[in-house]
């Protein structure tokens, strides 16, 4: 069964996490992404894509400037602010007022972001960064989605008491910002410092996360990752299926945000995995 949460937005309604998962489409407005790099990074065809995953179902838009996959080269502030702020602005500006989330690891991309029109800061190293980056999110009184990526990971960890110690101190430090610990947004990180067996080993773990953290929603990001391709011997673009299996694996163990590329089938996979578990509702 999955945990209840409301968590306030500022200027919009709050997103309602429950039984009914919602879908955060990827909006990477990079040149280097792993799997769609160079195919939004232009804003008529950012706003274009963001225009699609909503009419696909999509909860939430994630828009990205700096590509995190292994061996990408860091981007300066100033070139991220300029990947990211004219694509918020152009959907802010389209009248389209569906929460959006930015995902970086700089503070200062996250508040001109915030500024600019979004309502979510998306930080990949789960306020263990930037300090400045859970002071920026308690100023600007948004939620903060904390993924999990420790650095000193290695194949030998066992990954869910390491990952339960690690999220206390994100919670710890949010606190400490003076953010409600209820509205950060625990994400596992699936693929980052984590073997092939580990990142199976969390999904089917996710039990154990919810149960430790039932004040904290849990979001799920597995979209074409490799953790997905090794085991298929498949590209990203080839991976809907594999990606499919572990959205719906990922929600019958307690994940409510699904963050994925392709939005239409996962929101279905997820609808009917719904009525699986709860019993369908009427249409």
């Known amino acids: 069964m999955h945990t209840s949460h409301t968590i306030r937005l500022r ?3 709050p997103l309602v996490l429950g039984r009914r998962a919602l879908v955060m489409g990827i909006l990477n407005v990079t040149p280097d992404s792993f799997s769609d790099g160079g195919t939004h990074n232009r804003v008529d065809a950012a706003l274009a894509q963001a225009r699609r995953m909503l009419d696909e179902g999509a909860d939430i838009i994630d828009i990205g400037g700096e590509s ?23 959907i802010r500006a389209a009248g389209i007022s569906a929460p959006i989330s930015i995902d970086t690891m700089k503070p200062l991309v996250a508040h001109q972001a915030i500024e600019a029109g979004a309502d979510i800061i998306n930080d990949v190293n789960g306020l263990q960064g930037a300090p400045e980056m859970a002071e920026i999110a308690a100023i600007m009184d948004v939620p903060v989605i904390a993924m999990h990526w420790d650095r000193d990971w290695s194949a030998e960890t066992d990954p869910m008491p390491s990952m339960i110690t ?70 990203p673009a080839e991976r809907l299926a594999g990606t499919i299996a572990t959205t719906v694996q990922g929600y019958e163990h307690g994940g409510h945000i699904f963050r994925v590329h392709d939005v239409a089938p996962n929101r279905d996979a997820l609808r009917v995995a719904e009525a699986t578990m709860y019993g369908p509702t009427e249409q």
């Open 166 to 235: 690690w999220f206390k101190h994100t919670l710890s430090i949010a606190s400490n910002a003076g953010i409600d610990p209820r509205r950060v947004i625990l994400d596992p990180g699936f693929g980052f410092t984590k073997t092939l067996n580990q990142n199976y080993s969390i999904l089917r773990q996710l039990p154990d996360l919810a149960g430790t953290f039932p004040n904290n929603a849990i979001l799920v990001g597995t979209s074409r990752k490799s953790m997905i391709g090794k085991i298929l011997d498949n590209q």
């Open 11 to 13: 200027n919009r309604p």
């Open 68 to 90: 995190t996959r292994p061996g990408a080269e860091p981007v300066p502030v100033q070139e991220e602010l300029d990947r990211v702020l004219p694509v918020i602005d152009a």
